[in-house]
């Protein structure tokens, strides 16, 4: 009798154990299916010649991986991540895979200055010395809303020797001292030069206004509120879920593991990690007013005039141009050291491509434009295309 009633127990914790495991493998499952690929049928055509599009770059470009995400009117038509996300484990991309997005982060910067405008803690247009007296006197004044269409009179650092370990450049306060005896290298508003030095000075001004650190600050008045929970300044240091490892080419276009870099010293400019789909989520906020009013979308999308009367191609942290059949597009290209990025919307159509990759690449750049054709085709059939 003691024997049954053992081998009983057995069987009821073989069968427990068994439903455990059951249970353990749908939960990942499921997990599985949450963070899997999207795709809306409507748009099957479209996909598919855009996978074909990023399966070549894959190719061409020897990039490990990268992720996609196409909405229209807010709607995702297509998310995915393809590649790895670790070439030596073979670990996939997926939507959840964080990359370097180099100076994409840009827009991030832009839009905290935009909505503390919005609440009243900043004039774009007064004197950057009316917030930081204390900052060394240079030949021109010159404000934030030059700094942030890099028209301001600072020169483009070198970005990548900054970086460097070595450097010790932790903070952002650290990497602003460096150049901040630095004379302007011509006089604000009549020229625009790209300057990561100018975002720095950005977010040493959110810094010094609120009393905040622009890590916790960013978070708290853009990234929480706009729900971007992949999105974060990159730390070599923390352990941080779902992050890409970083690709670099050698001397010889060799692919090879990218140098150590810290971009919390320049987080403004370049420093953040992201996915295709929380840039898409924050591009989103540039089609229709919802977390910032019609005043900052407008400051967004409508190109920056110099003093000189020139219309730039760019505006408050965004490129502004037009395609070839005359489509304003207003987007971002971002790269720094292991990563890529690129964002493309196209207002009248309320079409918004985003993508993200793990390898730096200034010969091949993320077809954005190219994907969107394929969906602008289906929005727009009559408009026949001009000759490139």
Request: proline share 7%; with cysteine.
């Given at each position: 009798m003691e024997k049954n009633m053992y081998q009983s127990v057995s069987m009821i914790k073989a069968l427990i154990l068994m439903l455990v495991i059951s249970f353990s493998f749908s939960s990942c499952k499921k997990k599985k299916d949450e963070n899997g690929p999207v795709y809306n049928m409507s748009y099957k055509e479209?996909?598919?010649?855009?996978?074909?599009?990023?399966?070549?770059?894959?190719?061409?470009?020897?990039?490990?991986?990268?992720?996609?995400?196409?909405?229209?009117?807010?709607?995702?038509?297509?998310?995915?991540?393809?590649?790895?996300?670790?070439?030596?484990?073979?670990?996939?991309?997926t939507r959840e895979t964080k990359f370097r997005i180099g100076t994409s982060s840009q827009l991030f910067t832009a839009f905290l200055m935009a909505k503390m405008e919005e609440e009243g803690?900043?004039?774009?247009?007064?004197?950057?010395?009316?917030?930081?007296?204390?900052?060394?006197?240079?030949?021109f004044d010159f404000s934030p809303r030059m700094l942030a269409a890099q028209a301001a009179g600072f020169p483009q650092a070198p970005a990548n020797e900054e970086l460097k370990l070595d450097k010790k450049l932790v903070t952002l306060k650290d990497y602003v001292s460096l150049y901040e005896n630095d004379p302007q290298v011509y006089e604000p508003n009549t020229y625009f030069l790209k300057s990561n030095y100018s975002w720095a000075l950005l977010g040493i001004l959110a810094e010094d206004i609120t009393e905040t650190r622009f890590p916790e600050l960013i978070k708290e008045m853009v990234l929480d509120t706009l729900g971007l929970t992949?999105?974060?300044?990159?730390?070599?240091?923390?352990?941080?879920?779902?992050?890409?490892t970083n690709y670099h080419?050698?001397?010889?276009?060799?692919?090879?593991?990218?140098?150590?870099?810290?971009?919390?010293?320049?987080?403004?400019?370049?420093?953040?990690?992201?996915?295709a789909d929380d840039l898409n989520k924050a591009s989103l906020q540039l089609l229709k007013p919802d977390y910032f009013n019609e005043q900052s979308i407008k400051l967004f999308s409508e190109p920056y005039e110099l003093s000189t009367g020139q219309l730039l191609n760019s505006s408050f942290?965004?490129?502004?141009?037009?395609d070839n059949d005359g489509r304003k597009?207003?987007?971002?290209?971002?790269?720094t050291v292991g990563g890529a990025s690129a964002i493309a919307i196209y207002p009248e159509e309320k079409l918004v491509i985003t993508m993200c990759?793990?390898?730096?690449?200034?010969?091949?750049?993320?077809?954005?434009?190219?994907?969107?054709?394929?969906?602008?085709?289906?929005?727009?059939?009559?408009?026949?295309?001009?000759?490139e």
């Open positions: 479209a996909i598919l010649e855009s996978r074909k599009e990023l399966g070549a770059h894959l190719i061409s470009s020897f990039t490990p991986g990268m992720s996609v995400c196409v909405t229209i009117d807010g709607e995702v038509i297509w998310s995915e991540g393809l590649g790895y996300a670790n070439k030596e484990l073979k670990a996939p991309v803690k900043i004039d774009l247009d007064e004197s950057f010395y009316t917030y930081i007296p204390n900052f060394p006197q240079k030949d992949n999105t974060q300044v990159d730390n070599y240091l923390a352990i941080i879920p779902n992050r890409s080419r050698d001397y010889i276009a060799r692919l090879v593991n990218a140098p150590q870099v810290n971009l919390r010293s320049m987080a403004p400019a370049l420093g953040f990690l992201s996915t942290g965004w490129l502004v141009t037009y597009v207003i987007g971002q290209s971002g790269n990759a793990n390898l730096d690449d200034n010969y091949n750049e993320l077809p954005a434009l190219q994907i969107a054709r394929h969906f602008i085709d289906i929005l727009d059939p009559k408009k026949e295309p001009k000759d």
